[in-house]
Nanobody
C-alpha cells in the first residue's frame, strides 16, 4: 500500500516561495504517477502538477505554469512542489496523490486516476 505524506505547507506573502514535499512509502513498482492537487474552501479539488517517476515527464495546470516546479528525488522516494511567485488564489489544502504508471509518458492531473492520497498540507497566501 502506497502512503504519501505531505509536508512543507504554511503561510507566505504574495510573491514569496514555498516548497512542499511528498514522501511516499510502499512503492512496489518502478514507475508511478505522483501528482499535487489543491482544494480551496467551497471549490472542487483541482490538479496542479504531476510527474511520472519512471521518466520524469511533468504536467502543469495553466494557472501555475512558469511559477511552480514539480521534481523528484528517487533515492528518497520524495516528490517536491516548488512554488514561486505565489498568489492569494494559490491558497488551499494541497494533497499529494500517487498511482501506478503504465509507461513513462505524462500523467494526467485528473483526480479519479489516482489511487493513493495523503492527508494534505495547508498553504495560505496573504496579499
Amino acid at each position: 500500500q502506497v502512503q504519501p505524506v505531505e509536508s512543507g505547507g504554511g503561510s507566505v506573502q504574495a510573491g514569496g516561495s514555498l516548497r512542499l514535499s511528498c514522501a511516499a512509502s510502499g512503492y512496489t513498482h518502478s514507475k508511478y504517477c505522483v501528482g499535487w492537487f489543491r482544494q480551496a474552501p467551497g471549490k472542487e479539488r483541482e490538479g496542479v502538477a504531476t510527474i511520472n517517476t519512471g521518466g520524469g515527464t511533468t504536467v502543469y495546470a495553466d494557472s501555475v505554469k512558469g511559477r511552480f516546479t514539480i521534481s523528484q528525488d528517487n533515492a528518497k522516494n520524495t516528490v517536491y512542489l516548488q512554488m514561486n511567485s505565489v498568489k492569494p488564489e494559490d491558497t488551499g489544502m494541497y494533497f499529494c496523490a500517487a498511482s501506478r504508471a503504465l509507461g513513462r509518458g505524462s500523467c494526467a492531473a485528473v483526480r479519479v486516476l489516482f489511487n493513493f492520497w495523503g492527508q494534505g498540507t495547508q498553504v495560505t497566501v496573504s496579499s
